[in-house]
């Protein structure tokens, strides 16, 4: 009996565990692109902006592409350029091998490709794989996934078959899992009347698939909370698309975030893009779910969702970047600063609100413990009262 108690102590600690670390962290991530302003930042520095993240307890980073060919990359002349991108999973990895403050840093490595010729987008295919590779070697496990991100859409893949079928194979031979990052799912994805097997075979293709979709200005003015409810319910028709009537096992993971900037229309948008954040954290831990939450840094420019133009799209990030009165110094802004102390009813740091959480749960298996080591003391008892008495006289 006291080894049954000790075993089954141990294993209520060890799920005691598992709640504190996998079911409350690495729930959301984060969209990283490297924030680029030649002019303005000359000590660019794409470990510094990682370091930010992961001191804010994202462990989960996914980037658009490596952005360079082969050739760019191996001169190593990419550091202040948008090609600088390239540099994004191997400064992950090293931050993994040299710290100890935070836990690993994990990659969801983009794998974009565009150019005019068949050359040079297998030289970027070809770098992708190759900067996946040199940083799992510094660090394993860094780069755990691949993405293929769309310009035109779900659609585009079709015309593209046999590229995606030779970078799946390749891709999971060389033990990536391997995505696909949308703009359309929620509107291609769920509406087919008729399930074709052509989009059956297509998803096959894929571990995984992100749902990126931004706010338009509908959706922005009914503000974050109806938003989280819309975005949430949408992920989840797609997953049942593809699960129940597809019957495949495709991951969804949704990517979303929402405008903050102080010289944007309406009150309070950085207010609202943390309480977004907030509200996303605990769908996700909740519903066990991954969400990339988009984005790290602010844009320099106004960035593209697929052929549609994102409202606000330079001023999604969580940071921004100011150059010092010399400009020789680039300090990196955390936008929960602009924020007045009583503006928000949701705290938006990741420690309030995983510390909540971790409460939560700490508090409902420290009653799991109580109530199995109670259940223990009446089985006990029960035996000592019901067993068998031996009287002395009978021996």
């Not at 090293?94 to 710290?99: A, H």
């Amino acid at each position: 009996m006291k080894s049954l108690k000790s075993s089954l102590f141990f294993v209520i600690l060890h799920i005691i565990f598992l709640n504190l670390t996998e079911k409350v962290e690495c729930q959301v991530g984060i969209v990283y692109n490297p924030f680029i302003q030649d002019e303005y930042r000359p000590d660019f520095n794409i470990k510094e902006m990682l370091k930010l993240i992961a001191g804010d307890k994202f462990r989960y980073v996914a980037t658009y592409g490596v952005g360079a060919p082969k050739e760019v990359y191996l001169d190593n002349s990419t550091q202040k350029r948008f090609t600088s991108s390239v540099h994004s999973s191997i400064a992950a990895a090293e931050i993994n091998k040299d710290t100890k403050t935070h836990k690993p840093l994990f990659i969801y490595q983009g794998l974009l490709f565009q150019g005019s010729s068949e050359e040079l987008i297998n030289s970027q295919i070809d770098t992708g794989f190759e900067v996946a590779s040199t940083a799992n070697r510094i660090y394993n496990g860094t780069v755990s996934a691949l993405i293929f991100s769309t310009f035109d859409g779900f659609d585009e893949l079709f015309q593209i078959v046999n590229r995606i079928k030779n970078i799946s194979f390749r891709a999971r031979k060389e033990g990536f899992k391997f995505g696909v990052r949308l703009w359309d799912c929620v509107e291609k994805i769920p509406t087919r009347d008729k399930i074709d097997q052509d989009v059956i075979d297509m998803l096959k293709l894929f571990d995984f698939i992100i749902c990126r979709t931004l706010p338009n200005l509908n959706t922005f003015v009914k503000g974050p909370e109806l938003y989280q409810k819309i975005v949430t319910n949408d992920i989840l028709l797609v997953e049942n698309a593809i699960k129940k009537e597809m019957g495949l096992t495709t991951k969804v993971i949704l990517e979303t975030g929402w405008p903050g900037g102080t010289d944007l229309n309406g009150e309070n948008t950085v207010e609202n893009m943390f309480h977004l954040l907030a509200l996303l954290r605990v769908w996700a831990i909740r519903t066990k779910r991954m969400v990339f939450f988009f984005e790290a840094f602010d844009g320099d420019n106004n960035c593209t969702d697929g052929k549609r133009n994102v409202l606000w799209g330079e001023h999604y990030g969580l940071w921004f970047g100011s150059s010092a009165e010399n400009n020789s110094e680039t300090v990196y802004i955390d936008k929960v600063e602009l924020i007045d102390e009583d503006g928000l009813d949701v705290d938006p740091s990741d420690n309030v609100v995983m510390g909540k959480l971790q409460m939560a749960v700490l508090l409902g298996s420290f009653v799991v413990v109580l109530s199995t080591l109670f259940a223990m003391m009446i089985v006990t008892l029960h035996r000592r009262m019901t067993s068998p008495r031996i009287d002395i006289y009978d021996r």
